[in-house]
């Protein structure tokens, strides 16, 4: 979104760079954008969601407002953010506790992984473009860290010195963050949905995962840097091209987004 901030603040600064990221409306993804958006649909799902999850988002979204109406230090975007993160956190909590496992927890729990997926395969792929040398500490962390990960890395591979970056955060089993990960994931609960059954209509969806799945086992070791850029953008888009084919297939429509 760098073209879309410069035209919004021609002049560099990190406090326009703040509000553009947290709350300038205008950029659909900054966090006020995003929690009003997510509060609109919410409002409108009131019958099939825990009362809990609405009230928890609710404050969520007061919190947002309340910051983005006064001036604030550093100190205090920071433990905003923290706050904000835990709410999140707790949000998502209150789903895996009080949701009923219908079609409905079915449908959160698919986005919630393709959009999870996406985000790590887009994350992966800025840092080695930015970095052209991904294994480097700085680089490695830098991903890791963005993706929520480094904690869970640090635990399980503080010792094994081989373990690659690349590798972990896009084909590791166990990595709630990799993509792979994500996508075994919706293909199970897909597979669930359908009650154990084939349908001719999902042909089009499960070609989708299978192929990306196929992808992401590729060995890339002794790949070059740009090759390795070439299929991160592959699992990117192919990331990016599953959710409208998940769409199509259920007949959804599109979330609305608040302005």
């Known amino acids: 979104y760098f073209e879309e901030y410069k035209k919004l603040y021609p002049i560099y600064n990190v406090d326009d760079c703040i509000y553009y990221l947290l709350f300038d409306r205008s950029n659909l993804n900054s966090i006020e954008s995003l929690v009003e958006s997510v509060r609109f649909n919410m409002k409108n799902a009131r019958d099939i969601i825990p009362n809990m999850l609405w009230e928890t988002w609710h404050d969520i979204h007061l919190t947002v407002k309340s910051f983005s109406q006064n001036n604030v230090s550093t100190m205090e975007i920071s433990a905003f953010l923290n706050e904000i ?30 959009e999870r997926s996406e985000k790590t395969a ?9 970095t ?28 094994d010195v081989t373990i690659d ?4 955060l896009l084909a590791d089993q166990k990595c709630t963050r990799s993509v792979y990960y994500g996508i075994k994931k919706i293909h199970g609960t897909i597979v669930e949905l359908q009650g154990g059954n084939y349908k001719t209509y999902t ?4 070609k989708s995962l299978y192929d990306l799945k196929r992808l992401l086992k590729k060995d890339y070791t002794l790949k070059s840097t ?8 592959d699992i990117q888009q192919n990331c990016i091209a599953l959710g409208p084919i998940f769409t199509k297939t259920y007949y959804l429509t599109k979330p609305i987004l608040a302005h």
Do not use: P
């Open 85 to 114: 993160r835990l709410l999140c956190l707790t949000t998502t909590g209150i789903v895996e506790s009080l949701m009923t496992r219908d079609e409905s927890y079915m449908f959160l729990k698919i986005g919630k992984w393709l």
């Open 122 to 130: 887009m994350i992966t792929k800025i840092i080695l473009e930015q």
């Open 132 to 159: 052209k040398e991904y294994n480097s500490t700085f680089a490695s962390n830098y991903a890791l860290l963005l993706t929520n990960s480094l904690e869970d890395f640090n635990r399980r591979f503080r010792i």
């Open 165 to 168: 970056t690349l590798q972990y």
């Open 203 to 206: 042909d089009e969806l499960f």
């Open 226 to 233: 740009d090759e390795k850029l070439k299929w991160i953008n």
